[in-house]
T-cell receptor, first 113, second 113 residues
């Protein structure tokens, strides 16, 4: 089965450090999403891309978060500087225009201490 | 208008029973309604989805019922099994061009043996 691959699976970092999370979408999928999951807020959309162009990043704190797709096989989410409130599971999902279903990766569990 | 409201927050069912999870939405532009299943440590996985031109869709033990006039849809799990114990999310989006998914708050289902 085709998979969305996220790295790292777990990350523990100190407050103020830069964190980079990576996602390899499924080959042929042209839409990529970044979601954040917490107990309090549930699944929140941070950003999404279609054909590598950013369509909506209104869910991201712009001063510290950035999302990019340097090529069709890689999406990145960066936090700089990280804060304890950023602790969450970050999911990447990909899909293809014209279909409704999206495939999620297994997530990156981020802990900022 | 972007919200999807889900209930109950948690549900306990005996093996063999019927599990029912409900969702309601406001945005009449939504035209795709998927349900996702999430196990601990995993990303959400697409379970079943419906478009508003039908009132019901069944796949195995899982059925979506859709009421367009009431702007509500529900997931029914027949003959619930302990392996169905997971968190279930309803979601909604519009268009088939890879638009963002808006998720409900999630329902933690426990099926007792």
């Amino acid at each position: 089965d085709a998979r969305v691959t996220q790295t790292p699976r777990h990350k523990v970092t100190e407050m103020g450090q830069e964190v980079t999370m990576r996602c390899q979408p499924i080959l042929g999928h042209n839409t990529v999403f970044w979601y954040r999951q917490t107990m309090m807020q549930g699944l929140e959309l941070l950003a999404y891309f279609r054909n590598r162009a950013p369509l909506d990043d209104s869910g991201m704190p712009k001063d510290r978060f950035s999302a990019e797709m340097p090529d069709a096989t890689l999406a990145t989410l960066k936090i700089q500087p990280s804060e304890p409130r950023d602790s969450a599971v970050y999911f990447c999902a990909s899909g293809r225009t014209g279909t409704g279903g999206y495939t999620f990766g297994s997530g990156t569990r981020l802990t900022v201490v | 208008q972007q919200q999807v409201k889900q209930s109950p927050q948690s549900l306990i069912v005996q093996k063999g029973g019927i599990s029912i999870i409900n969702c309601a939405y406001e945005n009449t532009a939504f035209d795709y309604f998927p349900w996702y299943q999430q196990f601990p440590g995993k990303g959400p996985a697409l379970l079943i989805a419906i478009r508003p031109d039908v009132s019901e869709k069944k796949e195995g033990r899982f059925t979506i019922s859709f009421n367009k006039s009431a702007k509500q849809f529900s997931l029914h799990i027949m003959d619930s099994q302990p392996g169905d114990s997971a968190t279930y999310f309803c979601a909604a989006s519009w268009g088939t061009s890879g638009s963002r998914l808006t998720f409900g708050e999630g329902t933690q289902l426990t099926v007792n043996p």
